[in-house]
């Protein structure tokens, strides 16, 4: 049986932690197939079990000295998976980095700005980023260079390889070949269950983004939308500030926490459309989930939707200048072609029964 550590900065936790969800669908199925998984969270400082995976702390994996076959590394950040894996990396004989993002990128650069109530850079901030940026980057292009011999490289869409290029600035060449494209599995509920299509529903579009201030999330589009039809009922979901900020519209219903798989999926099913709109993104998980499912989904006309989302009959695509966008019409279109058949292109098969195969094939 394969022993592996799972580096991650945060966790789902017995508190309603949400964070890094995706990480946690698939060690679920990882323990289901023989693989012995304990989680390393940065950020906690009390040891727990959640759904029979053991999380610890990182001053319990220096007093319990365990072995372990692989380090499996989520969206490495410098401050602790960095200096974590130059002091213990010798001790894998494997080491698999999962790349979900902002870890690969120049952030200033490449996410869009912030809202203006969530402005904290001056200038200062904004050179003390790029300065850090350049860092990380040149660290990681260093340290994945000197482990490619002994490392698989997983990125979860082909955008984001490129990203990794661009800014990391190491081919597959340098990787030594060991470099995969696999997306995010969707979560378990979403791939076995249906969406419940017929009867009548309570709301027009469902929006759910757990974090409503990042820009990247599009949560004042959505706004916008409501405001422009005012004859739909929008469903927002997600923790934040927005509407502290700004006043709810009479037509939307905002539900101000974070919510398990099988509440969303009694909110999807009252619904008849998904809305995720998103500026800059790596995959889209949520979205992913909702097409799984089957309800109908409109997201972004951004590159990484193309990739992702391209072959979805459920799915279409928007430019995120709203005022342009005949809403009305392109909902109607898809409502009308339900129900939909499940794609299984984000189930088990597809996405984590292909890391397994990495995981149990190497030694």
């Known amino acids: 049986m394969k022993k592996i550590l799972v580096l991650v900065q945060n966790y789902p936790n017995h508190d309603g932690g949400a964070l890094l969800r995706y990480v946690h669908v698939r060690n679920k199925y990882y323990i289901q197939h023989g693989i012995e998984v304990t989680v390393l969270s940065f950020d906690t400082k009390m040891d727990y079990v959640i759904d029979g995976i053991k999380v610890i702390s990182e001053e319990t994996y220096r007093k319990i000295n365990e072995k372990y076959d692989i380090a499996v590394s989520h969206a490495a950040n410098v401050r602790n998976h960095y ?184 909110y999807i099913d009252m619904s008849r459309c998904g809305l995720l709109l998103t500026r800059e993104d790596t995959q889209g998980v949520m979205t992913c989930e909702l097409a799984e499912y089957g309800i109908p989904v409109i997201t972004s006309d951004i590159d990484v939707c193309r990739e992702i989302c391209g072959d979805l009959n459920n799915v279409s695509r928007i430019k995120n200048d709203v005022e342009q966008v005949d809403l009305k019409k392109i909902y109607e279109t898809l409502i009308s072609g339900m129900p939909y058949e499940k794609q299984g292109k984000f189930s088990y098969r597809n996405t984590v029964n292909l890391e397994e195969k990495i995981i149990i094939s190497r030694s």
């Open 83 to 266: 200096r974590f894996l130059k002091r213990y990396g010798a001790c894998f004989e494997r080491m698999i980095f999962f790349f979900h993002g902002h870890e690969v990128m120049k952030i200033n650069e490449v996410y869009p700005k912030p809202y203006e109530y969530m402005k904290k850079e001056n200038w200062l901030r904004i050179q003390a980023q790029n300065g850090y940026d350049k860092l990380k980057l040149l660290l990681w292009h260093n340290f994945y260079q000197k482990v490619a011999c002994k490392s698989d490289f997983i990125f979860v869409s082909n955008w984001l390889h490129n990203q990794f290029q661009r800014y990391v600035k190491l081919t597959d060449v340098d990787l030594q070949g060991h470099v995969h494209i696999i997306n995010n599995s969707v979560g378990k509920v979403f791939e076995e269950n249906s969406y419940r299509f017929d009867g009548n529903k309570e709301y027009d579009f469902i929006t759910i983004r757990n974090d409503m201030d990042g820009s990247k999330y599009c949560v004042d589009l959505v706004d916008n939308l409501a405001q422009k039809y005012p004859e739909y009922r929008f469903l927002i979901i997600g923790r934040g500030k927005f509407y502290k900020v700004h006043k709810v519209p009479e037509n939307v219903v905002w539900i101000d926490r974070f919510l398990s798989h099988e509440e969303i999926m009694k």
